[in-house]
């Protein structure tokens, strides 16, 4: 199946090539050319790997037996052979997809990419080992390590700011086993490591280290389309589980709620719908960093504003790389986009043609919820449902609570949650009780203490874990640390 960048029709590539380039040549993003079509009955039928390998061996044909990598991928990784389970509160249905190897919703697809990434190179006759480079400001660095770790002929390395994560995500990289893993902290905050990746990739001569060097760079990023695939596949799990339960008959449509950043996840779910599973409205739940409420409400995309740290630090970005996809998909003009993306590099802000706001309002709803709103929801969410959220979580349910009482659309709201309340205890404690220290390890136990809810297996121990990663370097010294690896 072909895919061609966002910006351009004629930059076309295969399923495999496009997992293996991330980015297409002129900086688009790769898109099939069209949208494949499958059983969705028959899948619904399906337990989630086998919901798994014909969603994503539907995306991506050209990457060899997708139920054997999809096995490869998540078998015996999570806490449950359903992967994403879902939990019926009695108000919305919580789609956890936080029950992975390191407890963050990126573990779907972070299990599943370096599967992608050894079989497209396969396929293709690639020779060289791949290094997966990534600077990460905290959780998609240690899904990323889990992920790749120990898969043959790869190597990662992750750059985080020193003191710019939480010591939760400190730990859990720097304990990371793996003969092929490097994790190194770097002086500066977060743009500095990221400024100093992109520095690395500047460096390099067709996509690979200098000196003769025969490491292949790529990236873990979620603009990667063998990142997205993989998250098409717990709306279809979602939806079974409504009909299992009875709450929906085949074909009733479900209003999803999500936690929104890089709008990858919320994105998988529109494709979700577009594969034909009968999806209502996609509401777009952000934090004060709202770009994509107001973007969604008025057509005009405007970054030119202060970046809020917030409690749900996942969500906080300004520029969303994967709205671009869907601008594309629901224009089909990659002149456009193309136009559109320019005119946000240079100027700070687009708007788009009233059609396209119309088709977006369409498909999406949009709302935001600040720190002391997911606060408030976390007690409140506790107290009455016995439910505990973390922050992104308890977001994405206000916003699904606005929706529902702005509009009056009484359909079976799913809400996702994207992180365990573990990873983030210290917020999630303050929303319980006022008093809560700074340790984020006595926070975690403290936690499992007032909600009798159980720490995850792979944070629980994780302090007296042997630390094995504790280098920190300069940001100039990024690109000599990454050539002796
Ligand atoms: C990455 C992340 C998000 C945002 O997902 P996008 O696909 O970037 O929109 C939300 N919550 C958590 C906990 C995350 O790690």
Same mark, same amino acid.
């Given at each position: 199946?072909?895919?061609?960048?966002?910006?351009?029709?004629?930059?076309?590539?295969?399923?495999?090539?496009?997992?293996?380039?991330g980015l297409?040549?002129?900086?688009?993003?790769?898109?099939? /050319?069209?949208?494949?079509?499958?059983?969705?009955?028959?899948?619904?039928?399906?337990? @989630?790997?086998?919901?798994?390998?014909?969603?994503?061996?539907?995306?991506?044909?050209?990457?060899?037996?997708?139920?054997?990598?999809?096995?490869?991928?998540?078998?015996?990784?999570?806490?449950?052979?359903?992967?994403?389970? $879902?939990?019926?509160?009695?108000?919305?249905?919580?789609?956890?997809?936080?029950?992975?190897? @390191?407890?963050?919703?990126?573990?779907?697809?972070?299990?599943?990419?370096?599967?992608?990434?050894?079989?497209?190179?396969?396929?293709?006759?690639? /020779?060289?080992?791949?290094?997966i480079l990534t600077? @990460?400001?905290?959780?998609?660095?240690?899904?990323a390590?889990?992920?790749?770790?120990? #898969?043959?002929?790869?190597?990662?390395? #992750?750059?985080?700011?020193?003191?710019?994560?939480?010591?939760?995500?400190?730990?859990?990289?720097? $304990?990371?086993?793996?003969?092929?893993?490097?994790?190194?902290?770097?002086?500066?905050?977060?743009?500095?490591?990221? $400024?100093?990746v992109?520095?690395?990739f500047?460096?390099? /001569?067709?996509?690979?280290?200098?000196?003769?060097?025969?490491?292949?760079l790529s990236t873990a990023n979620?603009i990667n389309?063998?990142?997205?695939?993989?998250?098409?596949?717990?709306?279809?799990?979602?939806?079974?589980?409504?009909?299992?339960?009875?709450?929906?008959?085949?074909?009733?449509?479900?209003?999803?709620? #999500?936690?929104?950043?890089?709008?990858?996840?919320?994105?998988?779910?529109?494709?979700?719908?577009?594969?034909?599973?009968?999806?209502?409205?996609?509401?777009?739940?952000?934090?004060?960093?709202?770009?994509?409420?107001?973007?969604?409400?008025?057509?005009?995309?405007?970054?030119?504003?202060?970046?809020?740290? @917030?409690?749900?630090?996942?969500?906080?970005?300004?520029?969303?790389?994967?709205?671009?996809?869907?601008?594309?998909?629901?224009?089909?003009?990659?002149?456009?986009?193309?136009?559109?993306?320019?005119?946000?590099?240079?100027?700070?802000?687009?708007?788009?043609?009233?059609?396209?706001?119309?088709?977006?309002?369409?498909?999406?709803?949009?709302?935001?919820?600040?720190?002391?709103?997911?606060?408030?929801?976390?007690?409140?969410?506790?107290?009455?449902?016995?439910?505990?959220?973390?922050?992104?979580?308890?977001?994405?349910?206000?916003?699904?609570?606005?929706?529902?009482?702005?509009?009056?659309?009484?359909?079976?709201?799913?809400?996702?949650?994207?992180?365990?309340?573990?990873?983030?205890?210290?917020?999630?404690?303050?929303?319980?009780?006022? #008093?809560?220290?700074?340790?984020?390890?006595?926070?975690?136990?403290?936690?499992?203490?007032?909600?009798?809810?159980?720490?995850?297996?792979?944070?629980?121990?994780?302090?007296?874990?042997?630390?094995?990663?504790?280098?920190?370097?300069?940001?100039?010294?990024?690109?000599?640390?990454?050539?002796?690896?």
């Amino acid at each position: 199946m072909q895919y061609h960048s966002t910006r351009n029709s004629k930059f076309s590539v295969d399923s495999a090539q496009a997992v293996l380039a991330g980015l297409a040549p002129d900086g688009g993003l790769y898109v099939p /050319e069209n949208l494949p079509k499958i059983d969705v009955a028959a899948c619904l039928q399906e337990n @989630t790997l086998q919901m798994a390998a014909r969603i994503i061996g539907a995306l991506l044909p050209d990457i060899g037996d997708m139920e054997t990598l999809v096995n490869r991928a998540y078998r015996g990784k999570f806490q449950t052979e359903e992967l994403t389970p $879902t939990v019926d509160t009695g108000k919305f249905t919580v789609l956890e997809l936080f029950r992975g190897p @390191t407890s963050a919703f990126k573990d779907v697809a972070l299990c599943m990419l370096p599967q992608l990434l050894t079989a497209a190179r396969k396929v293709k006759g690639m /020779e060289e080992d791949v290094l997966i480079l990534t600077a @990460t400001s905290g959780d998609t660095g240690k899904a990323a390590l889990a992920g790749f770790a120990d #898969v043959p002929g790869v190597k990662i390395c #992750v750059f985080y700011p020193d003191g710019g994560v939480s010591a939760v995500q400190r730990a859990q990289m720097v $304990t990371q086993e793996g003969k092929n893993v490097a994790v190194c902290a770097v002086h500066g905050n977060f743009d500095d490591a990221q $400024t100093g990746v992109k520095n690395i990739f500047a460096a390099a /001569e067709n996509g690979r280290l200098p000196a003769g060097n025969r490491l292949r760079l790529s990236t873990a990023n979620s603009i990667n389309i063998g990142r997205l695939a993989p998250q098409i596949t717990y709306y279809f799990k979602a939806y079974a589980d409504l009909l299992r339960r009875g709450q929906i008959q085949m074909g009733d449509t479900v209003n999803f709620c #999500v936690p929104t950043g890089n709008f990858g996840d919320i994105l998988a779910g529109w494709l979700a719908k577009k594969l034909g599973l009968p999806v209502g409205k996609l509401i777009c739940a952000s934090n004060a960093n709202n770009v994509l409420t107001d973007f969604i409400q008025t057509g005009t995309y405007d970054r030119r504003r202060p970046l809020h740290k @917030t409690l749900s630090p996942s969500m906080d970005i300004l520029v969303s790389s994967n709205l671009e996809r869907l601008l594309y998909f629901l224009s089909g003009d990659t002149a456009l986009v193309a136009q559109l993306m320019q005119q946000l590099n240079t100027e700070g802000s687009y708007t788009v043609p009233e059609a396209l706001k119309a088709a977006i309002a369409e498909e999406f709803w949009a709302g935001c919820c600040d720190d002391a709103g997911a606060k408030a929801t976390i007690a409140k969410v506790f107290k009455e449902q016995n439910y505990l959220c973390d922050t992104h979580t308890a977001t994405a349910w206000a916003v699904a609570e606005d929706y529902v009482s702005q509009t009056g659309d009484d359909r079976p709201m799913v809400v996702l949650s994207t992180a365990s309340a573990y990873k983030f205890p210290g917020s999630v404690l303050s929303a319980l009780e006022s #008093v809560t220290g700074d340790d984020e390890f006595a926070q975690m136990d403290r936690l499992a203490e007032l909600t009798g809810w159980p720490i995850p297996q792979n944070l629980e121990g994780l302090q007296q874990k042997k630390e094995l990663h504790t280098g920190v370097i300069e940001k100039d010294a990024m690109l000599q640390f990454v050539m002796g690896l």
